[in-house]
């Protein structure tokens, strides 16, 4: 979107990239799925160890050894343990599983991604969108003066006797038909500048979107190309699609 080089477009999609809930959701998906893959991985490759202590004191008397006589004697006990265990991965088993969770952290990753490119590509259309339909308002205002100050004449020849009552009903007729266009623009218009608050993380109409115009976006010079090939590797939703054939190819191994 850089190569429009719009000040306000690129301000606009960095707030919606830091304000968007949608990518907020995804990347605590992404962290949900690396933590759990940091946990089983912690006990599969490394043992595990348990160490405990404990102090009893005690008190026996010369009775518990069928002396009576004898005095009591009075002492503490100690116990201290360690317990080290470490599982055997002979058959791979949880190696495989290990494989199946980094498999779901990286379907994760490109989902974020996904989610991304989507976010950003969907405000660029939007914005060029209602640029558009600024300007269709505009030139459709236009055009209904225009036909507003022909009318006048037209009106104005058909009093003088210049011109017929039919000429002044085809006028009026061509200026109503003009001017009833407007709402369906004015309503796009609206729409679109709904869709642009909700991918900047903001309620419908609540504001704070800069206004688009056609003349405020320069067309880029040099349009990036690439071959179809190098296309499908860089699009996150078919790698993403490899991740989950990856992730249930480990689980059944």
């Known amino acids: 979107w850089t190569l429009f080089r719009s000040e306000a477009l690129d301000t606009l999609i960095r707030k919606a990239l830091a304000d968007?809930?949608?990518?907020?959701?995804?990347?605590?998906?992404?962290?949900e799925a690396e933590e759990n893959l940091r946990a089983r991985g912690g006990t599969v490759f490394f043992p595990s160890a348990d160490a405990g202590f404990s102090a009893n004191r005690q008190r026996t008397t010369g009775a518990s050894y069928g002396q009576?006589?004898?005095?009591a004697n009075t002492f503490t006990l100690h116990n201290a343990s360690v317990s080290v265990s470490y599982t055997l991965d002979i058959f791979g088993?949880?190696?495989?599983?290990?494989?199946?969770?980094?498999?779901?952290?990286?379907?994760?990753?490109?989902?974020?991604?996904?989610?991304?490119?989507?976010?950003?590509?969907?405000?660029?259309?939007?914005?060029?969108?209602e640029a558009s339909l600024?300007?269709?308002?505009?030139?459709?205002?236009?055009?209904?003066?225009?036909?507003?100050?022909?009318?006048?004449?037209?009106?104005i020849k058909f009093r003088l006797g210049g011109a017929s009552l039919p000429d002044v009903l085809a006028q009026r007729s061509l200026l109503a038909e003009?001017?009833?266009?407007?709402?369906?623009?004015?309503?796009d218009l609206a729409k679109i500048r709904h869709q642009l608050s909700v991918y900047a993380g903001r309620?419908?109409?609540?504001?704070?979107?800069?206004?688009?115009?056609?003349?405020?976006?320069?067309?880029?010079?040099?349009?990036?190309?690439?071959?179809?090939?190098?296309?499908?590797?860089?699009?996150?939703?078919?790698?993403a699609a490899e991740e989950l054939v990856h992730a249930a190819c480990a689980q059944i191994g």
């Open 20 to 31: 968007s809930p949608t990518l907020a959701a995804a990347e605590a998906r992404l962290r």
């Open 203 to 239: 309620f419908p109409g609540e504001g704070g979107v800069p206004e688009f115009r056609l003349e405020s976006l320069d067309l880029p010079v040099d349009v990036p190309v690439s071959v179809p090939s190098a296309l499908v590797r860089q699009r996150p939703d078919i790698r």
């Open 134 to 155: 600024r300007a269709q308002v505009q030139a459709t205002r236009d055009i209904a003066e225009m036909l507003r100050k022909q009318l006048d004449l037209v009106e």
């Open 68 to 71: 009576p006589a004898a005095g």
């Open 178 to 187: 003009t001017l009833a266009t407007l709402p369906s623009l004015e309503k």
């Open 93 to 129: 088993g949880n190696r495989r599983e290990l494989e199946a969770l980094r498999a779901e952290a990286e379907y994760q990753r490109f989902q974020l991604e996904a989610a991304h490119l989507a976010l950003t590509s969907n405000i660029v259309t939007s914005a060029v969108m």
